[in-house]
């Protein structure tokens, strides 16, 4: 069989590298091949639950951002399946998750430069082109676009107690457990566990005997998502935050944690308004409980269930829970991906393990100047809040196309911006000032 050959190459089909062929879709200039693992495309499967509900506008969709005309657009998306009259007459600002997931799955399977069922096992380079291994097929490019998405988080303490008992919530929708019955503990204070406690509460699992709900958080906290929040989600503030000094980065990321983190406020009242129903209405006994500020340091398991060790934030005082059923919580991480353990010999990493990015989202790697390896969602630390989100991924999308055709195939010059960041230096690493003695 014949080696197919493209300028870019994708390594996983997640709304990011999506966006990057739907964008490219129209661009004849750049021939471009998109391959994922999954038989079928799925978005974060097992938190596909009935109720969640997306943390930004459909309008952030693929393609509106930069190309409101592709036909790729969650507008074309609801005319294509009939449903556009219906859908503005729900008055809906803030879409489910799953009608979210049917639309990426629609764009997923409607485009030409998407193949599935191909695990991407090896990437080799020879110089000259990279060489890309399923299990397949063999492909070749130009360069290489890594969109493998994040792995799940999980407290080293608990690994060994991962079962059908403890698990990831990312597994929660594809494990189906039947918690009726259950002491169930939901281990994290973002969205996550906002959306499993509320889910549990509903009996969407079966009818639990309670909940503990322990948030390291210092209060079960909102999204911050005002309209100057939004600010750090335009292009020219990304720009900005690529050039300050990696310290001054690290510290604003923490600090900026709630704009994407936090919970939805949609979502805070509706878990609230059930809570004072349960507690002040009915009058129900005691079945949940809710506790910020308590991280969960140690987990032993015997023959009556798990004991769930806990320390105050304030307090430092130690409390012990106990459960049958523990869903972690607890996030993602970025790691290297496996396929890419051929080049890892040339593509110096920093501390995290991971590589560096330059500012149109390639690796810096000796072989840069003739073949990129462009990352998305991999640069929170150099690009900023906005990497893992939806908000700018079509802007980071044809930047990425722009690059490697070296042609400006989309335009992504910006409007005057509302905030003046002071961060236009982009030639200039601005350094933090020392601290005046005292
Ligand atoms: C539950 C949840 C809800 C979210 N909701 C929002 C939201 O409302 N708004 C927002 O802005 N952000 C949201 N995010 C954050 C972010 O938008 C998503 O995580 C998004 O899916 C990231 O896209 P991605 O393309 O980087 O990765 P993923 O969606 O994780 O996709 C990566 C893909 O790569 C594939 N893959 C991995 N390795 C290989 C390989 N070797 N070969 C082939 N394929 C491979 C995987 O199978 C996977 O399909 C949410 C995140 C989560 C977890």
């Given amino acids: 069989m014949n080696t197919q050959t493209v300028d870019l190459l994708g390594v996983g089909i997640g709304p990011f590298n999506l966006s990057i062929a739907a964008l490219a879709s129209t661009k004849p200039d750049l021939s471009t091949l998109f391959l994922e693992r999954k038989k079928a495309f799925a978005w974060h499967p097992g938190l596909l639950l009935n109720d969640a509900k997306m943390q930004t506008s459909y309008l952030k969709d693929l393609v509106t951002g930069i190309d409101p005309t592709n036909p790729y657009s969650f507008l074309n998306y609801l005319v294509e399946q009939q449903k556009l009259y219906p859908f503005i007459a729900s008055g809906q600002s803030v879409i489910s998750r799953i009608e979210f997931s049917h639309y990426l799955s629609w764009a997923a399977h409607s485009l030409n430069n998407t193949r599935f069922n191909q695990d991407v096992q090896s990437v080799e380079f020879n110089g000259d082109v990279f060489t890309i291994e399923t299990s397949e097929h063999s492909y070749q490019s130009k360069h290489l676009v890594v969109g493998t998405g994040m792995q799940p988080q999980v407290p080293t303490f608990c690994e060994p107690h991962i079962s059908n008992t403890c698990f990831h919530a990312s597994e929660l929708g594809l494990r189906k457990p039947n918690l009726t019955g259950k002491r169930v503990a939901i281990i994290g204070g973002g969205q996550t566990g906002a959306d499993v406690f509320q889910h549990l509460f509903d009996k969407t699992f079966g009818e639990v005997a309670d909940i503990n709900w322990i948030s390291r958080r210092s209060n079960i906290e909102a999204l911050d998502e005002s309209c100057f929040t939004d600010q750090y989600f335009m292009p020219d503030y990304v720009d900005g935050f690529y050039h300050l000094a990696q310290t001054t980065k690290n510290s604003e990321v923490s600090r900026q944690k709630l704009t994407s983190d936090g919970i939805t406020n949609d979502c805070l009242q509706g878990i609230y308004q059930r809570l004072y129903h349960d507690r002040y209405v009915l009058n129900n006994p005691s079945w949940w409980s809710i506790q910020p500020n308590r991280t969960l340091i140690s987990l032993a398991h015997n023959e009556n269930g798990y004991k769930l060790h806990l320390e105050h934030g304030l307090t430092h005082d130690n409390t012990q829970i106990n459960a049958d059923v523990v869903i972690l919580c607890t996030g993602y991480r970025r790691a290297l991906p496996s396929c ?17 990015l330059c500012p149109d989202f390639s690796v810096k790697w000796p072989a840069a100047n003739n073949n990129r390896i462009y990352m998305v969602n991999a640069g929170i630390h150099s690009h900023g809040i906005a990497e893992p989100q939806l908000s ?47």
């Fill in 340 to 356: 890419l353990s051929k080049l890892a010999s040339q593509i110096p990493l920093n501390s995290q393990g991971l590589p560096e």
């Fill in 392 to 438: 700018l991924a079509t802007w980071r999308a044809a930047k990425i196309i722009n690059h490697a055709s070296g042609k400006n195939l989309y335009e992504i010059d910006q409007q005057e911006a509302i905030v003046d960041w002071g961060l236009s230096s982009p030639e200039v690493l601005i350094q933090p000032k020392a601290k005046a003695a005292v």
